[in-house]
């Protein structure tokens, strides 16, 4: 019984083991990348929705802006080193955020910055502020794509 139950423990461990090396295959790095990607662009889509007036939903936009502001701070480990387009041309990324790793650093941070401020400002309530900031938001986005 002990033996058994041994053996079935290393299998799972094995197995376990196994399953986390293929866990980070650049093929499933970069879906998970492209999952966040279209969660940043979900949230702001519905903010700038709001913004325009073609929703009313104002009181719903702290919680969008706050959903980008927690993204952002994910995206520096979204881009390690094999996952761009010298080996994935599919991927949408630009070159650069691996060829001048520094300056992406620098612009993600910029993004988290840029964020946190529109959460802030969300919380007023006020559209024309809102409005104000997603443009920055927008530019910050725009840096890397």
Known sequence: MKISILTGTMVL????????????????VIKYRQSVMKVLGGHTGAIVAVVKGEVSYVG???AH?????????LLPGLFPKGTGQDNYP??????????????????AKNLQVQSA???AVAEGGDLAAIG?????LGKACGSCH
């Open 13 to 28: 461990v094995l197995g376990l083991g196994a399953q986390a090396l293929a866990v980070d295959e650049p093929e499933n």
């Open 60 to 62: 719903d936009v702290a």
């Open 65 to 73: 802006a706050r959903g980008i502001n927690e993204m952002s701070k």
């Open 90 to 107: 599919e991927t949408r990324a630009l070159p650069e955020l691996w060829n001048d790793r520094a300056k992406f650093e620098a612009a």
């Open 117 to 119: 401020k529109l959460a």
């Open 132 to 136: 104000a900031q997603v443009k920055n």
